[in-house]
């Protein structure tokens, strides 16, 4: 027990479990996104989309996928908040000039920024998974679409971002997703000793390159619907 405990009990250990639980995190965002762009494609392709994940395995794979989520995103976002602590404690008093000139804001603000995307997760979860922020557009108060009958997620989708608040919410969080992802989705590498020699150049272009393509990709969803490029 104590040998499994040990990443858990030093700070490399937590650093290198924040770096793999981020990496994961970062592929289900990535996954995500993909999914969601189907709202480009039409109804029935994200629907279907919708659809095949809530009967992976017969409905029981999702929840597994669910709870591996939560477990991944808890476990990120604990040991991050520990690690900080951590430091906080070794270095009780500030250096009167912090030596900054390389760290960028993204990478000095993450606790900052991921609690934000922890704020968003929620409201996102009470949005579109449990409907209760907006019940009248939730997909479980519609009339089921289609010769499939399936549940119409494009429509709630559609809905929720034709209300200029709501796209406006998700507007900003893309930002905090996208300043955290930055520094984020690529200091994996520094973690694995990666960002070093000639791989430096490729590696310090991951986190800005996933952080732009979830920022443009996830807004151009947001903003096709509530310009009415993509409506009901
Ligand atoms: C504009 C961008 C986004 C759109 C259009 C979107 C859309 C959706 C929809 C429609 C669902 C419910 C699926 C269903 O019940 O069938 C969902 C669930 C979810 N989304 Fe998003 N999402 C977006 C961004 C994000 C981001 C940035 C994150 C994480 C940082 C995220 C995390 C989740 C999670 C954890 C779930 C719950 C999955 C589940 O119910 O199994 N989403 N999203």
New binding site residues.
């Given amino acids: 027990m104590n040998a499994m405990l040990t990443p858990v009990n030093s700070s490399i250990g937590k650093k290198a479990l924040v770096g793999v639980t981020g990496m994961l ?1 970062v592929l ?2 990535l996954g ?2 993909t999914g ?1 762009l189907l ?1 480009f494609a039409g109804r029935n392709a994200i629907n279907e989309y ?1 659809h095949f ?2 009967e992976m395995g017969h409905g029981v794979l ?1 929840w597994v ?2 709870l591996g ?1 939560l477990g991944v995103f808890v476990a990120h976002l604990a040991l991050a908040i520990l690690l900080r602590f951590e430091n906080r404690r070794a270095r009780p008093v500030r250096y009167a000039h912090e030596d900054t000139v390389q760290a960028t804001w993204a990478s000095r603000n993450m606790l900052l920024t991921g609690l934000v ?1 922890l704020f ?2 929620l409201y ?2 009470a949005h ?2 449990l409907g209760w922020t907006s019940p009248v557009t939730f ?1 479980g108060a519609f009339p089921l679409h289609g010769p499939d009958q399936l ?1 119409d ?1 494009y429509r ?2 559609v809905l929720g ?1 034709q209300n200029p608040v709501v796209a406006g919410l ?1 507007l900003v ?2 930002l905090f ?1 996208c300043l955290h992802l930055w520094h984020g989705a690529g200091s994996w590498t520094q973690t694995l000793g990666l960002n070093r020699g000639k791989l430096r150049g490729f590696t310090s272009l991951i986190g800005p390159v996933v952080a732009l393509v ?1 920022l443009v990709g ?2 151009l ?2 903003l096709a619907c509530l310009l009415g490029i993509v409506s009901v």
Wanted: aromatic share 14%; net charge positive; proline share 3%.
């Fill in positions: 995190l289900f965002v995500h996104l969601n709202v919708a994940l809530h999702i996928v669910r989520l995307m968003f997760v996102h979860l579109f998974t997909k549940p997620v709630m989708v971002f998700y969080a893309q997703l979830v996830n807004s969803i947001v």
